[in-house]
């Protein structure tokens, strides 16, 4: 485990920005070997200066745009799905025409 490892003081883990915090001992070990011992427990580290920060609102609108982009992914294949299993039926001329294909 990391956090027994000499020269960590500590480890706190944001799972909804993806993002860990370490505090340690620049004496004892480095940035690099702890990104090391992250990449050997099988998740992915990077070094983020101090002036390079995460924006939560950036992350939220990054993921809103995501999510609206599969909304209208969905909704544009389910439609024609929707018309013909719940319009068709009830409509005679469009039974017909359907039918004829």
Known sequence: M???KKGIFEISVNLLLNKATVRYDPNVIGPR???EEIDDLGFQADLILPNKS????EISMKEFKNQKLKLIIC??????????IWIVPYVESLKEFVISF
């Open 54 to 57: 995460l924006d939560i609102k």
């Open 33 to 35: 070997s702890i990104i």
């Open 2 to 4: 990391i956090k027994n």
């Open 75 to 84: 909704a544009s294949l389910y439609l024609p799905l929707a018309i013909l």
